[in-house]
Every structure is written in structure tokens, then in C-alpha cells.
């Protein structure tokens, strides 16, 4: 998984509620891994119970009175419940730590909305015209935030896009 997905997945399970998710895991098991988005947890919980079923009923053969089987399943997935309450709580608390990190480190790291205006906007008063590429090397920005930048620049009225005579190339001018 890369790293933009991790980030997006983090961010998604830090917005869930940890009150939330404790009672739907607690009361409503699959809903609770549900609400989460961790499938794969689900699936691996549910995995192992039916696999320590299994080899219960392997190692003891004389589980195989109704009762008897019963209470072997109910106590391994009463078990099983609380475990992954906690579990799905934690993954929701984990996340929140680590969004609120990865949020500090990106604002740490991003240049503040009117310091890329004003980079632009030295940039174009020096080289008179500056095409996108320019932009994006000058702010260390994505393409696709420097357009944003420079859209809204343009919406300010404090530049204007034009096409290049010599080669017909975007390029962006101070007004």
C-alpha cells in the first residue's frame, strides 16, 4: 500500500468516533469492524475462532454433545468479543495519534498559503512570465496544488493566463 493510501486510510479511521466503535464491536461484532472500514481484521478474528473451534473439537472429541459444544463456542467467541473490542478501539486511539502527527508534520512542511502567493508572485515580477513547471520548482508544491494557488491568484485579479506566442505554452504574468 503506498503511502498517500496509508495516510488517506489513517485519516478515515481518526475521524471515527472510539465510543462509537466500542459499543457497535462490543454488542454488534461485525458492524463495529464495519464502521472501522478493517475488514481484514474481521475477517482474520473470525478466522482464528473457527480455527480454535475446530481444533477444540479435535482435541476432545466428546465435545460433540450439543451442550458441551455450545459452551466451547460461546466462551471462545465471548472471548473473542471482548479482544477485538479493545482492539477496534485502539486501531481508532492509534489512528488519532498518528493523523494528528502526520497533520502536524504536514503543516510543518507546507509553506503557508500567502508565502506560495508571494513566491509566484516574486518569481513572475523577476522572469516577467513563468509557465506551471516553473511554479511548481520554485515552491517545491504538486502541480496540482500550484494551479490551485494560481487559479485563485487569478480570481484575485493579481495575474493573467496567457499562451505564448513563440511556442503556444500556458504561461502565467503579473497584471
Do not use: H
Request: glycine share 6%; aromatic share 8%; net charge negative.
Amino acid at each position: 500500500m503506498s503511502d498517500s493510501q496509508d495516510t488517506e486510510r489513517i485519516s478515515k479511521l481518526a475521524n471515527k468516533n472510539a465510543w462509537a466503535t466500542g459499543l457497535l464491536t462490543f454488542f454488534f461484532l461485525p458492524i463495529g469492524y464495519i464502521y472501522t472500514g478493517r475488514y481484514k481484521a474481521l475477517f482474520k478474528g473470525f478466522g482464528i475462532v473457527i480455527l480454535i473451534t475446530f481444533l477444540g473439537l479435535m482435541i476432545d472429541s466428546s465435545l460433540e454433545d450439543d451442550d458441551e459444544f455450545f459452551d466451547l463456542v460461546a466462551g471462545i467467541y465471548g472471548i473473542y468479543v471482548v479482544v477485538a473490542t479493545i482492539e477496534n478501539v485502539r486501531a481508532v486511539n492509534q489512528a488519532k495519534k498518528l493523523n494528528s502527527g502526520l497533520n502536524q508534520n504536514n503543516s510543518a512542511n507546507l509553506p503557508s498559503a500567502n508565502n506560495v502567493e508571494l513566491k509566484l508572485l516574486k518569481l513572475m515580477k523577476r522572469n516577467r512570465e513563468v509557465t506551471l513547471a516553473d511554479c511548481v520548482i520554485e515552491t517545491g508544491l504538486s502541480s496540482q496544488q500550484v494551479r490551485e494557488t494560481l487559479e485563485e491568484m487569478m480570481i484575485q485579479q493579481l495575474i493573467t493566463m496567457d499562451n505564448r506566442e513563440s511556442d503556444g505554452s500556458i504561461v502565467y504574468r503579473l497584471i
